[in-house]
């Protein structure tokens, strides 16, 4: 099942992904084991509950077969699917990257 997913990055871990091409992600990533990603249906609420209020945010897709075997895809909010990377992320997997304005009060998303 190939789908587009994304990670939500913050400046500086924009910047480390960009430098060193591949990164281990984000401090909770680093702590669960894996690099979290989500579903497009997903995304928004990811934001809401992890990223509120934090501005120059940076959205990133990928597919999801070029991940290869180190994604797995795992219950999470509410028994929902949502794909783990068990691996670095590397910036050269990436399809496209785009920023997260900030508009009255919350983050616009490009269309998915």
Do not use: C
């Amino acid at each position: 099942m190939n789908t587009t997913i994304y990670k939500i990055l913050t400046a500086d871990q924009w910047a480390e992904l960009q430098a060193k091409e591949s990164t281990d992600g984000a401090p909770i990533d680093i702590a669960d084991g894996y690099v979290h990603f989500s579903t497009a249906q997903q995304v928004q609420e990811t934001a809401e509950k992890y990223f509120s209020e934090q501005h120059g945010l940076i959205l990133a897709a990928f597919h999801s077969d070029e991940l290869g075997e180190n994604l797995k895809w795992e219950p999470s909010r509410g028994g929902d699917l949502f794909p783990h990377l068990y691996a670095q992320l590397e910036i050269n997997k990436m399809i496209w990257s785009k920023p997260l304005n900030w508009v009255n009060g919350k983050h616009v998303f490009p269309p998915l």
